[in-house]
Antibody, heavy 121, light 107 residues
């Protein structure tokens, strides 16, 4: 069974870049059967889809964040990453990585446990 | 961007009762509407996709219906583990978006 695990700093200073990595186990990202996504949830609030990536490197970013977001993939490590630049307190959230079936793009069928990132000086 | 509006915000029910949750889209999402359950401190879990298809391992008491702009998640008889927050989500248009959630709480 596939598992996803987020990792990265839990505290980021304003104006700096938030960086998180998601490690996928129980399946190869290179199979091409899935896309890989990032979603976030501010404390006590709803969910926002940040973007997603295919193993080939093709990316799809939410227009609301597109100018600040980069998602990349390292198939040799079975990992994909999120960089969010110029962060503010509004970027404080639990960040989730999740899997998207290629035959049903837009469904999130497996999720990581989430990583809380606080933006504060 | 498609806006999803969920109602009610909070639903207070007792175990064994029927829960009916609503999700309305600002424009048609065809049948591309999913439901997720989120318990406190946990990641969301996929329940229903494409309006009415249950995800793997989801009990039959969960069912979905609707089309176009109006959708419903029904829990036929609430079990203690069903008290949680439920989100709808559309995959018709990018960016894919979520509703604001309905909390199902114990009465």
């Amino acid at each position: 069974q596939v598992q996803l695990q987020e990792s990265g700093p839990g505290l980021v200073k304003p104006s700096q870049t938030l960086s998180l990595t998601c490690t996928v186990s129980g399946g190869s990202m290179s199979s091409g059967d899935y896309y890989w996504s990032w979603i976030r949830q501010p404390p006590g609030k709803g969910l926002e889809w940040i973007g997603y990536i295919y193993y080939s490197g093709s990316t799809y970013y939410n227009p609301s964040l597109k100018s600040r977001v980069t998602i990349s993939v390292d198939t040799s490590k079975n990992q994909f990453s999120l960089n969010l630049s110029s962060v503010t307190a509004a970027d404080t959230a639990v960040y989730y990585c999740a899997r998207v079936p290629g035959y049903r793009v837009g469904i999130l069928d497996y999720w990581g446990q989430g990583a809380l990132v606080i933006v504060s000086s | 961007e498609i806006v999803l509006t969920q109602s009610p915000a909070t639903l207070s029910l007792s175990p064994g009762e029927r829960a009916t949750l609503s999700c309305r889209a600002s424009q048609s999402v065809r049948s591309y509407l999913a439901w997720y359950q989120q318990k406190l401190g946990q990641a969301p879990r996929l329940l229903i996709y494409d309006t009415s298809d249950r995800a793997t391992g989801i009990p039959a008491r969960f069912s979905g219906s609707g089309s176009g702009t109006d959708f419903t998640l029904t829990i036929s008889s609430l079990e203690p583990e069903d008290f949680a927050v439920y989100y709808c989500q559309q995959r018709s248009n990018w960016p894919f978006t979520f509703g604001g959630g309905t909390q199902v709480e114990i009465k």
